[in-house]
């Protein structure tokens, strides 16, 4: 059993930074090797933008937010951080942290993660 819950989500202006954190607590299986941070706008699909695989050695980024966001895992507390800095109203959507399902080759996918968040509100006005 996997439950994943985010925070941390808000309004800014453009140019601001917000970090969102992700608590994942597991029994019987283990998630931590990949586990990353999606987005969904409104009318859109859900589309990965991070994601960190191996417990923090390797690390998947959508290329519209590379060098502006950077996924780290602090592994004592199990939980997930999504730094995002240089915000655009672009960026506007609602978060969703997940972890793969066991045995799956880590990626951007989204169809290779099996436990979800509830989602956090992100909001960038111009």
């Known amino acids: 059993q996997v439950t994943v819950v985010e925070s941390g989500g808000g309004s800014v202006q453009a140019g601001g930074s917000l970090r969102l954190s992700c608590v994942v607590r597991?029994?019987?299986?283990?998630?931590?090797?990949?586990r990353g941070w999606f987005r969904q706008a409104p009318g859109k699909e859900r589309e990965g933008v991070a994601v960190?695989?191996?417990?923090?050695?390797?690390?998947y980024y959508a290329d519209s937010v590379k060098g502006r966001f950077t996924i780290s895992q602090d592994n004592a507390k199990n939980t997930l951080y999504l730094q995002m800095n240089s915000l655009e109203p672009e960026d506007t959507a609602m978060y969703y942290c997940?972890?793969?399902?066991?045995?799956?080759?880590?990626?951007?996918?989204?169809?290779?993660?099996?436990?979800w968040g509830q989602g956090t509100q992100v909001t960038v006005s111009p």
């Open positions: 960190l695989y191996g417990g923090g050695g390797i690390t």
């Open positions: 997940a972890a793969v399902y066991p045995g799956l080759v880590c990626g951007l996918d989204r169809e290779k993660f099996g436990y």
């Open positions: 597991e029994s019987g299986i283990d998630t931590s090797y990949c």
